[in-house]
């Protein structure tokens, strides 16, 4: 599966910004999908998954209440909301796939990965 992944740019703190991820192919609904980010200097660190079915996510305690994760399977595409931005949350974004039937949040979990979008927060 082919990812593309878009949305990412310039925001102020306390704005807003809404990721998309495109996947490729006839069986995204199998998939369970994951955003990361990765900060300069830092590691790739899990934002945000949800099932294949959409039936579960989890976030991350760093994002919650503020990002929320959605799917929509028949648009094949996968959504990060991203409220209340604050400037720790610059870092390039990626979207990620998984064919587990578990949910993981492992970046080594994941099998197939986008090329990032970049959220830049101002103060």
């Known amino acids: 599966v082919q990812l593309q992944a878009s949305g990412g740019g310039l925001v102020q703190a306390g704005g807003s910004l809404r990721l998309s991820c495109v996947a490729s192919?006839?069986?995204?609904?199998?998939?369970?999908m994951g955003w990361f980010r990765q900060a300069p200097g830092k590691e790739r660190e899990f934002v945000a998954v949800?099932?294949?079915?959409?039936?579960?996510?989890v976030t991350a305690d760093s994002v919650k209440g503020r990002f929320a994760i959605s799917r929509d399977n028949a648009k094949n595409t996968v959504y990060l909301q991203m409220n209340s931005l604050k400037p720790e949350d610059t870092a390039v974004y990626y979207c990620?796939?998984?064919?587990?039937?578990?949910?993981?949040?492992?970046?080594?979990?994941?099998?197939?990965w986008g090329q990032g979008t970049l959220v830049t927060v101002s103060s």
């Open positions: 949800i099932r294949g079915t959409g039936d579960r996510l």
């Open positions: 192919g006839r069986t995204f609904d199998s998939y369970n």
């Open positions: 990620a796939a998984d064919r587990s039937s578990t949910i993981f949040i492992g970046v080594a979990d994941f099998d197939y």
